[in-house]
């Protein structure tokens, strides 16, 4: 599966437009060499190749992105300009949502109707015959 197939990818590049899969992957790639520590977008976008870092545009994205991360739960916010990751990687974040889903898909009962049927008739009017 190629990067593009990823859905996860493909879902987090919905709402940044300006960025394309591949520079989502740098992107999550950048946050993963990242130590835990408190640092800025200005920190981010210094590790990016510079087609991103000198586009303003790009630079927007790269910020709705990591809001987005932070909507997720990766990222936190101690303060308006400053990010914190809550786990080493994104996908070490992922792993324990991917395990509870798989848990709350298998505990899914559908609910089956009663065994009888009702069988509704519809009984038309008699007709007058006209003479």
């Known amino acids: 599966m190629g990067k593009s197939d990823n859905p996860i990818i493909k879902m987090l590049s919905w709402k940044v437009r300006k960025l394309t899969i591949d520079e989502v992957v740098q992107v999550l790639g950048s946050l993963s060499t ?3 520590r408190v640092f800025t977008l200005t920190d981010v976008v210094n590790l990016l190749p510079r087609d991103i870092s000198e586009s303003r545009q790009k630079r ?3 910020g709705t992105l990591l809001q987005n991360l932070a909507d997720l739960g990766y990222l936190s ?6 990010w914190v990751k809550n786990a080493p990687t994104f996908s070490h974040y992922l792993n324990q949502f991917i395990l509870e889903l798989s848990s709350l898909e298998k505990s ?6 009663s065994g009888k049927e009702k069988i509704v008739k519809v009984l038309e009017k008699p007709r007058r015959l006209l003479r």
């Open 34 to 36: 990242i130590e835990n």
């Open 60 to 62: 927007r994205s790269v």
């Open 77 to 82: 916010k101690p303060s308006e300009r400053k």
């Open 108 to 113: 899914f009962q559908p609910q089956r109707q």
